[in-house]
């Protein structure tokens, strides 16, 4: 796989040259609340390697999205008749995702491309994206991204993975896709020897500066009952204030709910996320809410993320150690200290 050197200060005209193939797509500049967008002309993604309070989940299935209309006027041949809207699949760079929020995005992927379903919405967009990763060259002390079968320098979900090095990036092209990407920016000039030595390195101390390990390999042998009905459940979720933060900063929380919406003579078919940390998600329409107290919402978060999710799937537990969820949980819950109990010797 071919690596490059991309010099930093020819690297916005690169991008400037990819405007007219792609929507560029990247994670706000310094002095916005952090996040991933689609970013106008004359606007350059942030590069210095942060960590976004909102993880790019909102790229595949965003946080407000509208999916049918319907029209109310009166005398309007289609008057009641809802309609899917038009699905934007215009080619998309997403630059600067983290290796482990692009894997995230393919465990989300998982619930809404199976055999039985698929969302046209989720598929279409995530289709339409280049991922252009820029590795994680000093972990934060809340990452734990190695144990979850990913890590700062994974490559497996990207297109090309940047790696910075000073006053240039080293560019790994993963795929057909990635490559059309570079040669679309002009970027061409090929790394000297010595580039992949140097990755490897970077890529070794970027996974030593990560100093939690978690083991889920208990948890996997007990049974949903035996986590279920734990002793320790109304402890370890004691502090939570079930403000849904964690799942809504988490890249891989799927939970959305569906609601009409009628402004003037036009109705709305909206998806929003929601959060099964709030007792509205599973309240029924009897009134009866088989999740009714916090404590039961807050062990099905975490039930879900390392059990069910791995029994369903196969593919690991459904958490890329990002640490968003411990860095910016009001009570200080810690997902790390919550495993660790669960995957206790019984
Ligand atoms: S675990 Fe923390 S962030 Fe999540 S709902 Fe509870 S208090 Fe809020
Ligand atoms: S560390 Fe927390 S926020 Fe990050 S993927 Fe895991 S559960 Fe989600």
């Not at 036009?266 to 996320?273: A, D, I, K, L």
Request: proline share 5%.
């Amino acid at each position: 796989m071919t690596i490059l050197r991309i010099d930093k200060s020819g690297w916005n005209q690169g991008l400037d040259r990819t405007r007219r193939t792609y929507a560029l797509v990247g994670p706000t500049a310094e002095g916005e609340v952090p996040g991933f967008r689609e970013l106008k002309d004359g606007e350059y993604p942030a590069m210095d390697g942060r960590q976004t309070r909102l993880s790019p989940k909102g790229v595949v299935f965003p946080a407000s999205q509208v999916m049918m209309t319907c029209s109310f006027k009166e005398g309007d041949p289609k008057k009641d008749m809802y309609e899917s809207v038009e699905i934007d699949t215009r080619p998309r760079a997403v630059v600067a995702i983290r290796p482990n929020d692009a894997k995230a995005l393919q465990l989300v992927r998982l619930n809404f491309d199976t055999d039985e379903f698929r969302d046209p919405y989720v598929v279409a967009a995530y289709g339409a994206c280049t991922w252009i990763g820029l590795a994680v060259n000093a972990p934060s002390a809340t990452d734990f991204s190695t144990s979850c079968g990913t890590g700062p320098f994974d490559e497996s979900c990207l297109d090309v993975m940047l790696v910075d090095d000073g006053d240039h990036y080293l560019a790994r092209v993963l795929t057909d896709k990635g490559a059309a990407w570079a040669a679309c920016a002009g970027f061409e000039t090929e790394a000297g020897d010595g580039a992949e030595a140097l990755l490897a390195s970077k890529k070794e101390a970027a996974e030593k500066a990560i100093t939690s390990s978690l083991s889920f390999d208990r948890i996997q042998d007990k049974t949903v009952l035996d986590l279920h009905g734990a002793a320790h459940w109304d402890q370890t979720t004691f502090a939570c204030l079930n403000c849904g933060t964690c799942t809504y900063a988490c890249p891989t929380c799927w939970c959305f709910d569906i609601q009409d919406e009628v402004h003037g003579d036009t109705g709305y078919r909206m998806r929003n996320w929601d959060s099964c940390m709030t007792s509205l998600f599973t309240r029924h329409g009897s009134g009866h809410n088989p999740r009714e107290t916090p404590m039961q919402r807050t062990r099905q978060r975490f039930m879900h993320k390392l059990k069910y999710f791995p029994e369903k799937y196969g593919q690991g537990i459904m958490c890329v150690g990002c640490g968003r969820c411990i860095d910016q949980c009001p009570a200080g819950i810690d997902i790390r200290e919550v495993c660790a109990t669960m995957n206790a010797k019984a």
